[in-house]
Nanobody, 125 residues
Framework: VQLQASGGGLVQAGGSVRLSCTVS????????IGWFHQAPGKERESVAA????????EYRDSVKGRFTISRDNARNTMYLQMNDLRPEDTGVYYC???????????????????WGQGTLVTVSS
């Protein structure tokens, strides 16, 4: 199983970035998905998730209205559209897939079975 994240880079505050995560070895439609953010010197935190067998998304409060998680099951790819970026959004972003059930806590890393390698987003002020 491989998850390949891409799309990171350097962006000015207020700008936008779209992260992609291409998945191979599993069917993304059968899994919950999530994006996590790890700021320098801090622990990995959930940014957004879509539960298995659901279409609605869940977001961390600080990104609500700015970030959008989505999936394309036909392409076996997940996305994170990031708008109105802030310097505090700087860090490595990881994509992940989970075999978890509907009642699992999708905000914790331990719920996820498969991880991408991470892509760095740097937001300059």
């Amino acid at each position: 199983v491989q998850l390949q994240a891409s799309g990171g880079g350097l962006v000015q505050a207020g700008g936008s970035v779209r992260l992609s995560c291409t998945v191979s070895g599993i069917r993304l439609r059968d899994h919950g998905i999530g994006w996590f953010h790890q700021a320098p010197g801090k622990e990995r935190e959930s940014v957004a998730a879509i539960r298995r067998s659901r279409t609605s998304a869940e977001y961390r409060d600080s990104v609500k209205g700015r970030f959008t998680i989505s999936r394309d099951n036909a392409r076996n790819t997940m996305y994170l559209q990031m708008n109105d970026l802030r310097p505090e959004d700087t860090g490595v972003y990881y994509c992940a897939a989970s075999r978890g059930v509907m009642t699992s806590d999708y905000s914790v890393p331990s719920t996820y079975n498969y991880w991408g390698q991470g892509t760095l987003v740097t937001v300059s002020s």
